[in-house]
C-alpha cells in the first residue's frame, strides 16, 4: 500500500476586518477524494512551523494506520457483490429491473475486467466506463442512446448504494455521474382501424396480446401473467393481481373491463 502523503500549509483569512494566518493540513484518502483539516492559527498567538510540522506527522500517522485497517477489510470483488445483489434485491424489484441490473453489471465486468475489487473504482474511472459506453466501446448488441447510457449509470449507481449500505464502501463513484433524462417525443395513437390491419397479419398468440394491450390497457408483464380464473366472464372483467411468480408493477389489485371485441377474442381463445 503506498502512504497518504499530509502536506502543511498556510492560508489567510479576514475577520472583522484583520487578517489572520492559519495551518492547514491537505491529503487524499484511499477513494481519491481531497480533504482538509486547519489546525490553528498561526504566529506569535498560535503555532510555530515546528509545531504546526508535528501535527501534520501525527494527522500522517493516523490518516495511514486507518487506511491499513480498513484496507485489511475482505473486500469482495465486484462479481461476488453482484451475486448477493441479485439475491436480496429480487423480492424488492421487477424481474425486467433486475435484468437490467444485472446488464449493467457485464459491462462493469468487461470494461474494468474480470476478479477486480468493489473498492476498485474510482469517480474518474466511472466517468470513462460511461464514456465506453456511450462511444460503443462494450459488447453492446447495437450504439446505446443517451437515455440507454444514463440508465446503465443509474443502475451502477444503485448497486454502489446498497455496497455503502452494507459498509462495504466509503463513496459511491457513480453519484451524480448520469444526466438528465431526454425530453419526451410525440407518441402515435393506433386507432381501431389500424389495429385491425395488424390483427389479420399477426399470429393467434400475438392477436390475443395486442389485444389485451389495446382494448384493456395491459402492460406486456400483465399480460403474459394473466390466468383464466381472474377473468370473470359474467361481468365481463379481468383482475390485475399478484400471483406467487409474479406481482404488478405498481403492486396494487385493479379491475379492468372487457369490451365486446376483447370478450369475443377471449371467449375464442378459452373454447
Not at 389500424?194 to 400475438?206: I, N, P, Y
Not at 399480460?223 to 406467487?244: G, K, M, P, Y
Request: with cysteine.
Amino acid at each position: 500500500m503506498t502512504r497518504t502523503k499530509v502536506k502543511l500549509t498556510k492560508y489567510e483569512a479576514t475577520k472583522g476586518g484583520k487578517t489572520y494566518a492559519y495551518w492547514l493540513l491537505r491529503w487524499y484518502d484511499g477513494h481519491g477524494i481531497r480533504r482538509s483539516k486547519s489546525i490553528g492559527r498561526a504566529g506569535d498567538d498560535g503555532l510555530s512551523r515546528r509545531q504546526a510540522e508535528l501535527e501534520r506527522a501525527r494527522q500522517e500517522e493516523k490518516v495511514n494506520a486507518n487506511r491499513a485497517v480498513r484496507d485489511a477489510v475482505e473486500i469482495p470483488t465486484f462479481n461476488q457483490f453482484l451475486e448477493r445483489y441479485c439475491v436480496i434485491r429480487k423480492p424488492e424489484v421487477r424481474p425486467g429491473t433486475l435484468d437490467m441490473h444485472r446488464r449493467t453489471g457485464k459491462y462493469l465486468k468487461e470494461f474494468f475486467g474480470k476478479g477486480f475489487r468493489l473498492d476498485a473504482i474510482t469517480k474518474a474511472r466511472a466517468r470513462d466506463f460511461r464514456a465506453a459506453l456511450a462511444d460503443d466501446q462494450l459488447s453492446t448488441r447495437f450504439e446505446l442512446a443517451a437515455c440507454t447510457v444514463n440508465q446503465h449509470i443509474r443502475n451502477a449507481r444503485k448497486i454502489f448504494a446498497v455496497a455503502i449500505e452494507e459498509e462495504l464502501l466509503m463513496v459511491n463513484p457513480f453519484d451524480r455521474l448520469a444526466g438528465a433524462n431526454p425530453p419526451p417525443k410525440a407518441w402515435h395513437e393506433v386507432t381501431d382501424s389500424e389495429l385491425g390491419k395488424l390483427l389479420l397479419v399477426a399470429r393467434s398468440d400475438w392477436q390475443l396480446l395486442l389485444s389485451l394491450a389495446f382494448w384493456a390497457g395491459l402492460r406486456r408483464g400483465e399480460a403474459f401473467n394473466l390466468r383464466w380464473s381472474e377473468v370473470d366472464w359474467q361481468r365481463h372483467r379481468l383482475t390485475i393481481i399478484a400471483n406467487e411468480e409474479w406481482q404488478p408493477k405498481d403492486k396494487d389489485c385493479r379491475t379492468v373491463p372487457v369490451v365486446l371485441e376483447l370478450y369475443r377474442m377471449l371467449l375464442e381463445v378459452f373454447e
